[in-house]
């Protein structure tokens, strides 16, 4: 079954339609497409994706084609050489006719090779680029309010209703053992909030009540809840850039730290810390986005096809 899939693949990559990167990218689309609206189905059958790696693969240009050059002068020489008159005899005639096949067939599967890793760039260079615009756009759609919001104080009495009822037992916790999930809302401004304490999930609340929005009569978020969507993005954030900036990302994720530390309580340790051996904040708490459906459905789709393409391009290379 095996040989048989390579003989397959050998006659996919080698004749049929080559296509233009604008086509390859509206296909590429469409496999995410299709993993978003089937989902896990598609791990049943994975033949519309290998199709597409194929006729990706087909597609690409690459300068190693040259090497065809050298086998084709080889068999003009030997053309030559039995036109002329000269004899080399039929076991000499068989074994030069072996070498060259098998010199093609080592050239082909250098050449495709080639082609696949050129594909696969092409692949997580797109992948790259649709991952920056969803995050670009996670923030566009967070600081599309209304600008002109006033800060608004943390309202610790209405909180404090909710600490006696439900997160006094976020005190006994490390902060290893809590988890914020942002939960899509209505508003799409800002999601609701839903904690979960050493894996027991308490009651979804507005983020108002923990104190991350601004405004009153149309609240946005605000500052400490943009850096915390930023944390449930990537768990480590490294810096770049000069000291002043670093000083003003630090004084912003120290608020953070400290409205962290008044919601579930001080310890002897932070919810974020900075290693500056790597110049990295990194955050024990666990913060989970979930508030946005559709743009991490479209996360999740990448995720799946990426692990097709591994498998199908790392597990089963043309050899």
């Known amino acids: ?31 995410l497409e299709k993993i978003n609206k089937e989902g896990v189905s598609v791990l049943n059958d994975f033949t519309f994706f290998h199709k597409y790696l194929n006729d990706g693969v087909r ?19 030997l053309l ?15 074994a030069i006719i072996s070498l060259i096949i098998c010199e093609y067939l080592l050239c082909w599967l250098i050449i495709n090779i ?5 594909f696969i760039h092409n692949i997580f260079d797109w992948s790259k680029k649709i991952t920056q615009d969803l995050d670009l756009m996670n923030y566009l759609v967070l600081d599309s309010g209304d600008v002109s919001a006033v800060s608004v104080p943390f309202n610790e009495n209405k909180y404090a ?38 894996g027991i999930r308490k009651s979804i609340q507005n983020a ?11 609240p946005i978020p605000n500052k400490l809840f943009k850096i915390l969507m930023l944390f449930s993005r990537k768990k480590s954030i490294r810096f770049f850039g000069g000291d002043k900036e670093k000083a003003k990302i630090d004084l912003a994720v120290k608020e953070l730290t400290r409205h962290l530390e008044l919601l579930f309580g001080k310890r002897d340790t932070s919810p974020i810390i900075f290693n500056e051996e790597s110049e ?6 666990n913060i989970v986005d979930r508030s946005n459906t559709y743009r991490n459905n479209i996360k999740q789709s990448l995720d799946i096809f990426i692990k097709i393409m591994n498998s199908y391009t790392g597990n089963n290379r043309i050899s």
């Open 1 to 31: 079954m095996k040989y048989l899939n390579i003989i397959q693949r050998f006659f996919e990559l080698q004749f049929g339609k080559v296509l233009n990167e604008e086509i390859l990218l509206s296909r590429f689309h469409d496999c």
């Open 59 to 77: 597609s690409q240009k690459t300068n190693q084609n040259i090497i065809y050059g050298f086998i084709h002068f080889q068999i003009f020489a």
């Open 80 to 94: 030559v050489f039995l036109f002329s008159g000269l004899r080399i005899g039929v076991f000499n005639l068989l």
């Open 114 to 118: 080639d082609k696949q890793n050129l």
């Open 161 to 198: 209703k909710l600490w006696l009822k439900e997160m006094s037992t976020s005190m006994d916790m490390s902060w290893e053992n809590i988890t914020i999930e942002l939960l899509e809302d209505e508003k799409i401004l800002f999601p609701n909030i839903r904690v979960s304490l050493g």
């Open 208 to 218: 108002e009540v923990y104190g991350f929005v601004d405004g009153t009569d149309n």
């Open 280 to 285: 990295e904040w990194e955050t024990v708490i």
